[in-house]
């Protein structure tokens, strides 16, 4: 299977491919393939069959065949919705490449983080919209691809939406609207937080291969999930790229395994803390775990400014003091009928390079945690040359990464620190 990361040389084959924009030639139907059936792939496929007429479930794709079979029995409520046929249900490394091919004309990506810019590259060079989950990617090699990739897709009208259904939701965009326009004064500080419980886990059987235990198990490793800091803080990281109009300038960061430290866990943490800087000095602290037992949960945004403060879900406090009050549909469903609104106005959206911005704020966050170095945006996301994805997609062996060690694990691409030794002690050494 080919390397998602040739950047440049995707980026001129898709430009070199004739704009099209069209979907369901003739028709108004428009036809789904979904990627990764997971959960997610499961909330996102009901979610944009509810959101719209006219969408019909087309084809499904998976590296796992017995995934596929189990995803079909549970897509049977959807009634006629679902037009899926054995000949459209392709398994492997290259089984989005198939579903591509198979007439579908807006794709939802929902595998593995780690496999989305492959995809999405994949999708609009095949001519067809998108929607992918949140991040679209695990480390900067990665996000240059997708913002390349979206480029591409403005010039050939192509849609891409991301999973950040909080850009959907009437209240958080009412309180963004407040905020911008000055409600709560200049922002000066902020906090986010996606403090939560422990997640699933799947018991390898026998004759599973390393690569294929890490595959099912994905959300455990730095190479297909980013970690929980990009896999599901992205979230919160989006809210206040949102709110402050721009990514951070720079962050430093601590996190480690406390809890989850058996092999079992792959190599990713299961608590950071972070400290973004944006443009003008504003901090952010942001804070993130995945400890079970009787820990404490927390997920929320909170931004203080120099005239009041908000939680961007739908309240401001300070001179002008307001309460969301309106009616609110639900965001996991209206972020499909955006999308799917936008293609047939044939004025599509594309998140491409503003989810790409936030997904790299995320892996940021966690490059300056595993390095234990402060750690500049633009240097990350223009020079840095991290780039997790293997060469090549095999079921086989598969070592799993050292768990990163602050102080140990190399920032690559980046100057090493000099040795800064005091000076009697380095006389002393001599």
Not at 147 to 153: F, G, L, V
Not at 230 to 246: F, K, P, S
Request: with cysteine; hydrophobic share 35%.
């Amino acid at each position: 299977m080919e390397n998602p990361k040739n950047v440049l040389a995707g980026a001129a084959a898709l430009a070199a491919a004739t704009a099209t924009g069209a979907y369901a030639a003739g028709s108004d139907t428009i036809k789904i393939g979904l990627v990764g059936c997971g959960g997610r792939g499961m909330a996102d496929l009901t979610g944009s069959v509810k959101s719209s007429p006219g969408v019909i479930v087309w084809a499904l794709a998976d590296l796992f065949k017995d995934r596929i079979d189990t995803f079909r029995q549970s897509l049977k409520p959807l009634g006629e919705k679902i037009q899926v046929t054995d000949d459209r249900c392709f398994s492997g490394f290259d089984s989005c490449k198939k579903l591509l091919a198979s007439g579908v004309d807006l794709v939802l990506l929902c595998e593995p983080p780690g496999f989305r810019p492959l995809h999405m590259q994949q999708a609009i060079e095949a001519g067809k919209h998108v929607f992918c989950e949140k991040p679209v990617a695990v480390d900067p090699v990665g996000v240059r691809s997708v913002i390349a990739t979206s480029e591409i897709a403005t010039q050939k009208k192509l849609a891409i939406v991301a999973g950040t259904q909080k850009r959907h939701d009437a209240a958080y965009l009412e309180a963004i609207k407040r905020i911008q326009g000055g409600d709560i004064g200049k922002i000066v500080s902020g906090q986010c937080y996606f403090i939560t419980g422990t997640l699933w886990y799947h018991q390898p059987l026998p004759g599973w291969t390393e690569m294929e235990d890490q595959c099912r198990n994905w959300y455990y490793y730095t190479w297909l999930s980013g970690d929980h800091i990009v896999e599901q803080h992205v979230h919160n990281l989006d809210m206040m790229n949102w709110a402050l109009g721009a990514p951070p300038v720079k962050c430093v960061a601590t996190g480690g395994r406390q809890c989850r430290t058996e092999p079992k866990w792959g190599d990713i943490y299961d608590h950071f803390a972070v400290e973004y800087e944006y443009p003008d000095g504003v901090r952010v602290a942001s804070y993130c775990s995945q400890f079970g037992g009787q820990a404490s949960h927390r997920i929320s945004d909170h931004l203080i400014g120099s005239e009041g403060t908000c939680d961007p879900s739908g309240i401001i406090t300070g001179k002008k003091p307001w309460k969301w009050e309106g009616d609110r549909t639900d965001p996991t469903i209206q972020e499909h009928a955006d999308l799917i609104a936008s293609i047939r106005k044939g004025e599509p959206l594309n998140d491409g390079k503003r989810i790409a911005e936030s997904s790299m704020t995320a892996i940021l966050g966690r490059m300056a945690a595993y390095t234990g170095r402060e750690i500049k945006f633009d240097w990350a996301m223009k020079v840095s040359p991290l780039n997790l994805f293997p060469e090549n997609l095999a079921f086989g062996p598969h070592p799993v990464d050292p768990v990163a060690m602050p102080g140990k694990t190399e920032l690559l691409g980046a100057e090493p620190i000099p040795d800064k030794k005091p000076k009697a002690a380095a006389k002393k050494a001599k």
